[in-house]
């Protein structure tokens, strides 16, 4: 899977969050900011030796499949069915929930900004204010949410399930269980920490194409 990671030695994440310690001790203002909870989760997920994943950039240079829809989808982990819904300007919205009459925000959707995807040009005829066709037009996709194994639930999971995310390459967007998922933590809108990597066992695939139904 082609994605973008970034990563920090450990002695030089340590030194930054350190750092960011103390600036904290010094001005007391700084906790109010959205910048100083930002860079303690960054740092601090670093600090343990983990990698970080730039989504913006990952599905952006990730691209599009040969059906003109993208290679990456990203999903709440107590989801089981991912939907993507794709807008004229190359933005995109994956969600845990169908959209009906309206698009709603839900807990745990992410957003892609515009310019992220460069979309076929028969896919670009949807009006951005024309929601209702959009819908009824069934110009939305969605494929299955992989499941996560025993051993990473024991690990890596510490809360609500849907406070986590999972990524994975599909090739088709279709009812077929996924391959080489990837457990995420959200720490900032487009950073998220990586916790687990895993390839589902025929067993686990057997699951996912029981709940797609």
Not at 14 to 29: D, I, M, V, W
Not at 137 to 160: C, D, R
Not at 189 to 197: K, R
Request: charged share 25%.
């Amino acid at each position: 899977m082609e994605v973008d990671e970034l990563a920090m030695p450990k002695q030089q994440a340590e030194a930054e969050f350190n750092a960011l310690k103390q600036a904290l001790r010094q001005n007391s203002h700084l906790r109010k900011e959205q910048i100083r909870r930002d860079m303690c989760a960054v740092y601090g997920h670093l600090h343990h030796g983990k990698k970080i994943i730039d989504i913006y950039t990952s599905f952006q240079k990730a691209g599009l499949n040969k059906d003109g829809d993208p290679k990456l989808a990203i999903c709440r982990a107590d989801a089981k069915q991912c939907y993507c819904y794709k807008f004229k300007d190359g933005s995109a919205v994956f969600a845990d929930q169908r959209w009906i009459t309206a698009p709603r925000k839900t807990f745990g959707d992410i957003k892609l900004p515009a310019g992220t995807f460069k979309w076929p040009p028969q896919r670009t005829d949807i009006p951005m204010d024309n929601w209702q066709n959009d819908i009824k037009g069934s110009k939305n996709i969605q494929t299955p949410v992989p499941i996560i194994p025993a051993k990473i639930l024991v690990n890596e999971v510490k809360i609500l399930l849907k406070n986590y995310h999972i990524l994975w390459e599909v090739e088709e967007w279709k009812p077929e269980p996924p391959r080489d998922p990837i457990l995420l933590k959200q720490l900032t809108p487009n950073l998220f920490g990586v916790l687990a990597t895993w390839d589902p066992t025929p067993l686990e695939r057997a699951i996912i194409r029981g709940r797609t139904q």
